[in-house]
């Protein structure tokens, strides 16, 4: 079993960024690729961003590419997301999630864990 607690939501107008941090416990945090998805009201939870267990491998939505950082500290069981130039319709809950697929995946079905998930909104 793998625990997923995020924290680093919040209110942001657009234009600005946070930094959300997914603190793990449980089993060995290296062991897993995590991934950073998203769920606006009204609309299918999707991928954002994920990162294979090593860290050396890293991949995007579009959506996101070239705004948002994925990375992580294995010595810290931690992933981060950081976000900068958010826009109104990043506006979402944001989960981080640990997959068994090693070199990281964009499938929602090949994340075993999820945590509970911190709101982001950006105001206009």
């Known amino acids: 079993q793998v625990q997923l607690v995020e924290s680093g939501g919040g209110l942001v107008q657009a234009g600005g960024s946070l930094r959300l941090s997914c603190a793990a416990s449980?089993?060995?945090?290296?062991?897993?690729?995590m991934g950073w998805f998203r769920q606006a009201p009204g609309k299918e939870r999707e991928f954002v961003a994920t990162?294979?267990?090593?860290?050396?491998?890293?991949y995007y939505a579009d959506s996101v590419k070239g705004r948002f950082t994925i990375s992580r500290d294995n010595a810290k069981n931690t992933v981060y997301l950081q976000m900068n130039s958010l826009k109104p319709e990043d506006t979402a809950v944001y989960c981080c999630a640990a997959s068994n697929v090693l070199p990281g995946t964009v499938r929602i079905h090949e994340y075993d864990y999820w945590g509970q998930g911190t709101q982001v909104t950006v105001s206009s």
């Open positions: 990162i294979s267990w090593s860290g050396r491998n890293t």
């Open positions: 449980g089993r060995t945090f290296s062991s897993y690729a």
